[in-house]
C-alpha cells in the first residue's frame, strides 16, 4: 500500500466508523425520547394508570392460558412493558404477554414443560434483537394486508376456543391433555364436560362478558373487564361456588436468574424459540406501525422496536416470564387515554408492579372462569366486521389470502399460515404484474415508404419478468412476413435474467430465419444485464443498437433497400 494510498483509505475508514457509531445509537435510548414530557406528564400519568388497570386480567388470562401461571403473565407484563418501553422504538408501545403468543406457547409447554418458557423468551429475544441490530424493521411491510387480518382473525378463534376447556372441564386441565388444536380441544373438552361444574363457570364468563359490553355505554372511561371480575370475585367470596381460582401469588418479584440452557434443551427449543421470535417481531412492528397512525405520537424506529422487544423476552425470561410483543389493544388504550410519551408505558408496568406488592392476596382470588370470559370477549373483539366484509368484497386473490391464512392458523400453525399467506399474495402479485406485460406491433414513424411492409417495431411494455418469458417469445416468433424487426424496449420497466434471456433468445430465432434484428431504447439500469445474459452478442452487428427510434426506423429501410437491390441484380 503506498503512502497517498493509506492517507485516502484512513479517512474512508473513520468516516465508516462514525458511520456506524451514529447507526449504533440510533438503536438506544436518548433524552429525545422525553421532549415533550413537560406538556404531557399530566396525561401519560393518567393514561399509565388507565392501561395498568385494563392490562391486570389480561396479563393474568393470557398467564393462565399459555399453560404457564398467572404470576408469569404479570411478571412478563411488569418487566418486558418497562424494558421495551424504554429501548423501544415507538413512544407509546405497550408490551406484555399477547394472545398470539399463548397460542405459541402452548403447546411449547405441553411438550417441554413449563420451565422451557423461560429458556424460549431469552433465545427468541436473542433472535428478534439480532434481527433489529441487522436492521431487519422493514421487512414487516413486506406482508399483505389480508393476511394479516386472515392471521388475526385465525388467532383471535384459537383464542376463543381456548377458554372452552377451562370452563367446562374445570381447573383440572393442563397443557398436553387435551388436542393441540384448539377446535379438537374445545370438542374433547365438551364430550368430557364436568356439568355440575359448567353452569357456574359458564354464569361467571357470561356475567363478566356482560359488564364489558355494557360498561362503556355508561361511561367510556369504566374499565369493563377490571369491573367485571371484581363483580364476579366478590360474589365468589359471598357465595360458595366450585369455581377455581388463580391461587397464591407471590408479593414481589423473583430474582432474576438464568433459565435452563442445557445444550440438549437448547437445542431442541430453536424452532420453537424462532417461531416465537418471528411472531413477536410481526405482532412489535405491525402493533408500533398502528399506533403511529392512531396520534400524533411521532415516529417510531422498526429496527429499534426489535431491539426493544428482544431485550424485552431477554429480560422476561431471566425473571421467569413469557416472550413478549407489543400488544394493540393496550397500544390503543394508551393513545386514547392521552399517553403521548414513554412514561406512560412505565407507568403502566409500575401500576401492575404495585398490584402485586399490595394486593397479591385479593387478586389471587379471582376465579379463572372470569378471566375466559375477559380473554373470550377479547377474541371477539379482534375481529372488525367490516375489515372482514371489505376485504372478501375487494378481489378473488386476496379473498383467497385471507381465507387461507385464517384457516391454517387455526388449524395447521401460526408462522406457516403467514409464510403460505404471504407465498399466495406473491405468486398473485406476479400473475397480476405479469399480465401487464404488453407485446404489440406498431406502424413505423413519418411518411410511409415502399417497402415498409417489410419492417416491423415490437414495442414491449411493462415489466419483462420469467411468468410472462414464454407468451412472449410465442407472440413476436409468430409474426411473419418481414425482414427487419425493431425491438422496442424503452417502455420496459423491471426486468429479471429470465425475461432478459427471451430477448436473446428472440434475436437468435429470427434471426436464424433470416430476420435483422435491430433493439432500441435500451436503459441505462437493464444495459449491464443484457451484456451479461446475452442480449446484445446475439446481435448481428454491434451497430444494430440504437438510443432513437428515427435511426433506427432509418437502418431497417437501408436494410430494406439492399435486399431488394440484391433481387434486382439477382434478377
Known sequence: MTADTAQTSAPRLADRLRGAAAEARRLLPSWRDYRSLRSTWRSDLVAGVTVGIVALPLALGFGVSSG???????????????????????????????????????????????????????????????????????????????????????????????????????????????????????????????????????????????????????????PGSLVGIIVVTLLCVLVPTPLARIGALPHSLPAPSLPAMDPALVSTLLLPALTVAALAAIESLLSARVAAGLADTGPYDPDRELVGQGLASIGSGFFGGMPATGAIARTAVNVRAGGRTRVSVVVHALVLLAIVLVAAGPVGAIPLAALSGVLMVTAVRMVQVATVRSIVRSTRADAVAF?????????????????????????????????????????????????????????????????????????????????????????????????????????????????????????????????????????????????????????????????????????
Open 403 to 571: 381465507v387461507v391464512t385464517a384457516a391454517i392458523t387455526v388449524s395447521v400453525d401460526l408462522i406457516i399460515a403467514v409464510l403460505i399467506g404471504i407465498v399466495l399474495a406473491g405468486i398473485v402479485a406476479i400473475r397480476n404484474m405479469s399480465r401487464s406485460t404488453a407485446v404489440r406491433r406498431e406502424d413505423l414513424p413519418g411518411e410511409a415508404q415502399d417497402g415498409d411492409e417489410r419492417i416491423a417495431i415490437i414495442r414491449f411494455e411493462g415489466p419483462l419478468i420469467f411468468t410472462a418469458s414464454d407468451r412472449i417469445f410465442e407472440q413476436v416468433n409468430a409474426i411473419r412476413g418481414i425482414s427487419v424487426a425493431i425491438l422496442r424496449v424503452s417502455q420496459v420497466g423491471l426486468v429479471d435474467a429470465s425475461g432478459a434471456r427471451v430477448l436473446a433468445d428472440l434475436t437468435q430465432s429470427l434471426e436464424r430465419r433470416g430476420i435483422t434484428v435491430l433493439i432500441k431504447g435500451v436503459r441505462d439500469d437493464h444495459e449491464r444485464l443484457f451484456r451479461s445474459v446475452g442480449v446484445l452478442s446475439s446481435l448481428r452487428h454491434h451497430k444494430h443498437l440504437f438510443a432513437d427510434m428515427d435511426s433506427a426506423v432509418q437502418h431497417a429501410r437501408s436494410h430494406i433497400e439492399r435486399e431488394r437491390a440484391g433481387r434486382g441484380q439477382a434478377g
Open 68 to 222: 404457564v401461571s398467572a404470576e408469569a403473565g404479570l411478571i412478563t407484563a411488569i418487566v418486558a412493558g418497562i424494558i421495551a418501553a424504554v429501548f423501544g422504538g415507538s413512544n407509546v408501545q405497550v408490551s406484555g404477554p399477547t394472545g398470539a403468543m399463548v397460542v405459541v406457547l402452548l403447546p411449547i409447554v405441553a411438550q417441554h414443560g413449563v420451565a422451557a418458557v423461560a429458556t424460549v423468551s431469552l433465545l427468541a429475544g436473542l433472535m428478534v434483537l439480532i434481527a433489529g441490530a441487522l436492521r431487519l424493521g422493514r421487512s414487516v411491510s413486506f406482508i399483505p394486508w389480508p393476511v394479516i387480518e386472515g392471521f388475526t382473525l385465525g388467532i383471535a378463534v384459537i383464542i376463543f376456543m381456548q377458554q372452552v376447556p377451562a370452563l367446562f372441564s374445570g381447573a383440572t386441565v393442563e397443557p398436553g391433555e387435551h388436542s393441540s388444536n384448539a377446535i379438537v380441544a374445545a370438542g374433547q373438552a365438551l364430550m368430557a364436560a364436568d356439568w355440575s361444574y359448567v353452569p357456574w363457570a359458564v354464569g361467571a364468563a357470561v356475567l363478566v362478558a356482560l359488564i364489558m359490553v355494557l360498561a362503556p355505554r355508561l361511561h367510556s372511561a369504566i
